[in-house]
Every structure is written in structure tokens, then in C-alpha cells.
């Protein structure tokens, strides 16, 4: 029985809940969750695992996920200042869980931050208490007051009252507010890095004037408002910073590479030892070299796939991977950290592959992940660091050295499926008279996820590590030198590194995030559409309807586009938007296929489009051909005659272009009998005089009923 850090143990018979800190070979620290005053203590690990054994403790998962771009700037403020008072203190395992070594560790810490013994021992509390991540330093502002509900003015000026000045100040109408944000965006957001205060100045300047002053040397001033007709430089201060983004502020002001270098905060130490199963992963990508199809028609060569894996330093066993067609990115390196969190037994299954727990024992994430800066640095990242205390270290340019590990493996991993691939790329590929390939392509992505999985399972179970350093992490001779056999060994006598988290939070927490249209249809998303509890009890649809569509964030998974999440930041939680029957044909696809479907429509509609014009025009012709022949015709008449002769006969016209109709119209069957031709002619009506007479006599009859002209004068 191997217990995680941070896994919390909630007892059976005593009503207390025991969050994991740190494990030792004997030892294990624990603190109380819900304790008001808590400290970590230390007890035995044997004893601690037997009560799990026995089903007296009970372990689960307990951890905050929170949306990085739903943090306040005040909070996040907090956060960071909290931060900087423990971050040294956190990393001195076991000391500081120690009683008699603790005291001189934060004697220290008061003394060289000028702060106080209850606020250093509050943040500790907090960032132990509620999972050993940054974010748990969080301060519980959205318990505080009436969040999200704007308060209505009325005669009396909200907020704190002026103590000084004529006016008292005045409350900001909707006009003001959208006033500001229009100035902060023109005058602030940009590279000319005005301050806040020149920014208010080109606001007044720009929207608060009431016409332009000529001194007597004729120079031009605009006269801005009497005071109290607009906002104060403090009212657009806090209205600044209450809506304003700090990282969007520097990015926008410096740009992004100045916020990644100089801006962004360092919550962690840059180096760290590899002392065990996650201490550190590596995370790379490269191109696989060979071209798959497609899976809704395999006549369509799709390319070839990208390929991630992420492999553990300690005991070299691939612990997450990810196939798809996206480009390397955020996007792809994402999924593939989230897949090393993932239980495998489930991903597998999903891929046709039957596996136990201990043939791919990995679904934990890191302390530290260390990868290249094009796909580490973004704001995708901040989730990871933020929500899950893992470290994010980059390799400089051009040094793929430093996790020489991975880049090894993607060679070792091609060797072994080149062989069963048609499709493979050989090393003439696009050489005068070679083949291509291309041609050969049978495979598709699922086919090749699985020949992959097939190929991860055998080495992490049974490949021997020949360059192995093993005196370095003083690994004992008798254990073999097989990545699970490592994995087990380290997690038995070198764990601590670890870090359990419900895999589905981890995942979602990590998703990419875009914006979404609610529409009468359902919520639309890269041209599906979805549907979901919240949208039908709240009648989005019908809101939609009525009023015009609006956008919503969701994160989505591009590998299966048949469920989309739901972010409601308030209270932390993802639900899930099914796909509605208008969009089944898009089941079970990724996007990248669905846009690959999409394009092909378009490029099939814009071929019909054009012969939809032709035809059109040759319609055109042709009517209008018509219509000059009738002009003709009617221009050629022998007899001229009035307006008012025109219209005067029109019944009994229609009487006689009738009877000379009723013969063109009679249905004629030919009968042959006896080399005889008999032929009939069936009329639909008779067309005998005596039934025209009663047909005339009726419409006379009616016609002195009703007005006159209302039947035939048409």
C-alpha cells in the first residue's frame, strides 16, 4: 500500500481528516484539514498504511482547481505576497513538520520578511491544508460580500464621502463606465506606456469637454467640464483595476515576451534533485515518420501524426504520451500531461487494449516538468503551476541535451513500429525515382495509438537500461533495471514526489479555452452545436431567440469533439455539453477531422454555387427571351384599340380563350383491335353549349347576389 503526497485520509472511528505532506522511509506528516490551529506531526508510515489496509482510513483525492483567468488581480496580489513569505520555509522537508527545528526556520522567515508570527503560520496552514499549491494561498474573498451584483445609486453618492473639495463627488452612470473602459483601451493598453494618470487626462480631454477656449494669442484649449459633471481620477483608478487583467495590462503595454521574462511570477526555486518517481519528467515532441489516413474514408492520406511522450528521470519509464495531427503547442503538450495523470487502465480500454493497474502503473502528476520554451511558456501553463504546484522548467535554445532522456527514446520507439507501419517514411523519401510512400498510407490515428500503446507497455515492463547510473540514485544491485521495476522500487523507498490528483480535474483544469455562441439552435462551437441542463433550465435557447446570441467560455477536447465543458467560475465547476442531433454527424470525430469535413462541404458547395449561377443566368435568358417575344407580339397587333376596350370585354374574353383551351386539354387514348384504330376523345368537361348555358345561368345568378365584378373581372 503506497501512500501519495497529498492524498488525504479521512478515519473511520476518530472524526478527523489528515491531509499527506511529506513521506520518509518510516515516517509520514500529516496535518488536520479542518483544524483551526493545526500544526503537521509526524507518525509512523507502517501504521498509517495498515489502517488503510484494514479499511479503517479511508484515502481519497481533495485539491483546488481554479481558472487562472478568474483570480482577481487583488487576490492573486494576495496569493503572490503569501507566497513569498513560505517559499523557502515549504521546501524544508522534514524540518519544518519538525516541533523542535521548526521555531529557528521561522524565526528566520519573520526576521528577513518583516512579518508576523500569525500571518506566516495562517499562509502555512493554508498552503498544507489545502494541497501544497500556490493557489491555496488564495485569500476567500468570493465568501465576502454580494458578489457579482452591482449595487443601484440612488440620490446619494455610493462609496466613501469626499473630505475635502466643493463636491462631493458623483455616481458613475453606464455611460461613464463604458467611457472608461473606451479610454483605458486607447490611451493605456498600448506600447505608448502612458501612465493611469495621463490616460484620464486624454479621457477628459477627449469626452468631457464642452467646447474649445482662444486665449488672445489664439491658442486653442478644450474647456473640459464643471467639476462633479464626471468621474474622479480615483473612481477611474478603481474601476481601472477592478475590471483590469494584470497580465493582459504588461502584455499589452510591453508585449509577451517582456511578461514571460521579466513579469511573470517565479513560485518556485530553479533547481531541484531527482530523488525519486517524479521529481522530474521530461516532455517532448517530434514528427512521426509515417503518413496515416483518414477514419472516415481511407482513400484521404491525412498526414503524419505528432507525436508526445513524457518519461519519468528516475526509473526512465514513459508515464504519458499523446497521438493526434495538432501541430506541437500548448494544445498537444496539455493533453499529453494530462494523460500522464490519467488511469491507463481506462485509456486503454478505450483503444480496444485490456491492462492491470500494475502493467502501467503511472497516473500521477510531478514536481517538476521540464520541456522546451515554445510549448512552456504561455498562459495555458499558469493552470499547472497554479492549481497543482508543479514546477515548469525550459531548456534554453538549441540545448536538446538537457533532456537528452526523451529525444532518445523517439528514435528507440520508431525502430520498433517501423517495420508495421505501411506508410513509413525511408531515408529516400522525395529522391529522383524513389517510391512515395504516401501511397502505401493504410493506418489511421486509432490504429496507430494502439500499436503505440502496444509498444509504451513492452518498455516500460521489459526493456533492460543499458546506460542506467544507477550508483546515482544508489539503487541496489538486485533490483533489475527495468523502468516498472524502478517505478516500484522508487515509490517503496524513494516516494515523496508524486502527487495524486483526480485525473478528470486535472484534465479539465488543463483544457484549452475557447468562446462559444449560445444561439436558438444550441450552443455553437466550431459549427456543432451542443446542449446542456444549465442552458435548458435558465431557457438559453429561447433568450437567444429573442434577443440575439451571446458568448460563453468552454473548454473542449479537440481529440473527441462529442462533449464540451461548461466553465462556471463561481463555483469551480465543469459541466458537460452533449452534442445535439442537429450535429450528429460529427460523432465521434476530433476537430480537426470535423474541420476537414467542414472544408470539403465548403469546397463542394462553391463548386455548386457556380453552376447554380449558370444555371441561373441561362433561366434569365430564356425568360427574358420570352418576354420580348410577347412584347413583339402585342406590338404587332393589326387593330389598335382604348384602354377602356381593353378591359371591357374580360369575361367573355376568358369565355372564348376557354373553349379554345378545353380541346388542347381533353385526354385522347388510342385503342388498336382488329388492325382497327379507334379513336376517343375523353373530356374532362363537356364541352357542349346547353351545359355552358347552366354554367352561365348559375354565375348570373350568384353575380346578383354578391357585388358585381368580384368573380371574373380579374
Do not use: M, Q, W
Given at each position: 500500500m503506497n501512500i501519495i503526497v497529498n492524498d488525504v485520509l479521512i478515519y473511520a472511528e476518530n472524526p478527523r481528516t489528515d491531509r499527506v505532506l511529506w513521506i520518509g522511509e518510516n515516517g509520514v506528516a500529516l496535518i488536520d484539514v479542518d483544524a483551526k490551529n493545526a500544526f503537521p506531526r509526524i507518525e509512523n508510515r507502517a501504521a498509517i498504511e495498515q489502517l488503510i489496509i484494514d479499511g479503517k482510513v479511508i484515502r481519497t483525492i481533495r485539491q483546488l482547481s481554479i481558472d487562472e483567468d478568474s483570480i482577481s488581480s487583488e487576490s492573486k496580489s494576495v496569493r503572490d505576497s503569501r507566497w513569498k513569505i513560505i517559499s523557502e520555509l515549504v521546501v524544508c522537508e522534514p524540518d519544518i513538520y519538525i516541533a523542535s527545528k521548526r521555531g529557528d526556520l521561522i524565526a528566520k522567515a519573520i526576521s528577513k520578511h518583516k512579518t508576523t508570527k500569525p500571518t506566516l503560520y495562517l499562509a502555512l496552514r493554508r498552503y498544507w491544508q489545502r494541497g501544497k499549491s500556490p493557489n491555496a494561498l488564495l485569500p476567500d474573498f468570493v465568501n465576502c460580500g454580494a458578489p457579482g451584483k452591482a449595487k443601484t445609486p440612488g440620490e446619494q453618492k455610493l462609496g466613501r464621502p469626499r473630505k475635502y473639495g466643493k463636491f462631493g463627488g458623483v455616481n458613475l452612470s453606464e455611460k461613464d463606465k463604458q467611457i472608461m473602459r473606451v479610454a483605458v483601451k486607447r490611451f493605456y493598453m498600448n506600447e505608448s506606456e502612458l501612465s493611469l494618470k495621463s490616460a484620464y487626462h486624454a479621457m477628459l480631454r477627449l469626452f468631457y469637454n464642452e467646447g474649445i477656449h482662444v486665449d488672445p494669442q489664439g491658442r486653442e484649449t478644450p474647456v473640459i467640464s464643471a467639476e462633479g459633471n464626471y468621474p474622479s481620477l480615483r473612481q477611474f483608478r478603481y474601476w481601472y483595476e477592478k475590471e483590469s487583467d494584470?497580465?493582459?495590462?504588461?502584455?499589452?503595454?510591453?508585449g509577451e515576451i517582456a511578461y514571460a521574462k521579466d513579469h511573470r511570477p517565479v513560485l518556485r526555486t530553479s533547481t531541484a534533485e531527482v530523488l525519486g518517481p517524479g521529481s522530474r519528467y521530461q516532455i517532448d515532441a517530434t514528427i512521426a515518420d509515417v503518413y496515416l489516413v483518414s477514419r472516415l474514408d481511407p482513400n484521404k492520406i491525412v498526414g503524419r501524426p505528432v507525436l508526445y511522450f513524457i518519461v519519468d528521470v528516475f526509473s526512465r519509464m514513459i508515464v504519458g504520451m499523446y497521438?493526434?495531427?495538432?501541430g506541437p503547442s500548448w494544445i498537444t503538450a496539455m493533453m499529453a500531461i494530462a494523460n500522464a495523470a490519467t488511469d491507463k487502465v481506462d485509456y486503454c480500454r478505450k483503444f480496444g487494449i485490456e491492462i492491470s493497474s500494475e502493467d502501467w502503473p503511472s497516473c500521477h502528476l510531478p514536481n517538476a516538468i521540464i520541456g522546451d520554451r515554445g510549448e512552456m511558456v504561455g498562459k495555458g501553463v499558469d493552470n499547472l503551476i497554479n492549481n497543482f504546484g508543479v514546477r515548469i522548467e525550459n531548456t534554453p535554445p538549441y540545448r536538446p541535451d538537457w533532456k537528452g532522456i526523451i529525444e532518445k527514446y523517439f528514435h528507440l520507439l520508431q525502430t520498433k513500429f517501423r517495420p508495421h507501419t505501411p506508410g513509413y517514411v525511408k531515408p529516400d523519401f522525395q529522391q529522383r525515382g524513389a517510391r512515395d510512400y504516401r501511397l502505401d498510407a493504410a493506418l489511421n490515428l486509432d490504429d496507430f495509438t494502439r500499436m503505440l500503446i502496444e509498444i509504451v507497455i513492452n518498455h516500460n515492463t521489459t526493456t533492460e537500461l543499458e546506460n542506467y547510473d544507477a550508483s546515482e540514485f544508489l539503487v541496489p544491485t538486485e533490483v533489475p533495471l527495468i523502468p516498472i521495476e524502478l517505478w516500484n522500487w522508487g515509490l517503496v523507498n524513494r516516494s515523496?514526489?508524486?502527487?495524486?490528483?483526480?485525473?478528470?480535474?486535472?484534465?479539465?483544469?488543463?483544457?484549452?479555452?475557447?468562446?462559444?455562441?449560445?444561439?436558438?439552435?444550441?450552443?455553437?462551437?466550431?459549427?456543432?452545436?451542443?446542449?446542456?441542463?444549465?442552458?435548458?433550465?435558465?431557457r438559453w435557447f429561447e433568450k437567444a431567440r429573442m434577443n440575439g446570441r451571446w458568448k460563453i467560455t468552454v473548454s473542449y477536447d479537440p481529440r473527441c469533439m462529442d462533449t464540451i465543458y461548461l466553465n462556471h467560475h463561481e463555483s469551480q465547476i465543469f459541466e458537460a455539453c452533449s452534442l445535439l442531433d442537429r450535429s450528429r454527424q460529427f460523432s465521434g470525430q476530433s476537430m480537426w477531422e470535423i474541420e476537414e469535413a467542414l472544408a470539403a462541404q465548403r469546397d463542394a458547395k462553391a463548386i455548386r454555387l457556380q453552376r447554380r449561377h449558370q444555371s441561373q443566368v441561362a433561366l434569365d435568358h430564356r425568360l427574358e427571351g420570352y418576354k420580348n417575344d410577347a412584347l413583339n407580339r402585342k406590338g404587332g397587333a393589326l387593330v389598335e384599340i382604348s384602354k377602356a376596350e381593353k378591359i371591357r370585354d374580360i369575361r367573355s374574353n376568358r369565355k372564348l380563350e376557354r373553349n379554345l383551351q378545353r380541346p388542347l386539354e381533353a385526354f385522347v387514348t388510342t385503342q388498336i383491335e382488329n388492325e382497327k384504330t379507334y379513336r376517343t376523345e375523353v373530356s374532362l368537361r363537356s364541352p357542349t353549349d346547353s351545359a355552358d348555358d347552366d354554367l352561365e345561368v348559375l354565375r348570373n345568378a350568384r353575380n346578383r347576389r354578391s357585388v358585381p365584378g368580384s368573380d371574373d373581372d380579374e
Open positions: 494584470v497580465r493582459k495590462t504588461i502584455v499589452a503595454r510591453r497521438v493526434g495531427l495538432e515523496g514526489r508524486l502527487k495524486s490528483h483526480d485525473s478528470n480535474n486535472v484534465r479539465l483544469s488543463l483544457l484549452p479555452r475557447e468562446k462559444a455562441s449560445v444561439t436558438e439552435f444550441g450552443i455553437e462551437f466550431h459549427k456543432c452545436l451542443y446542449g446542456c441542463d444549465s442552458a435548458l433550465k435558465e
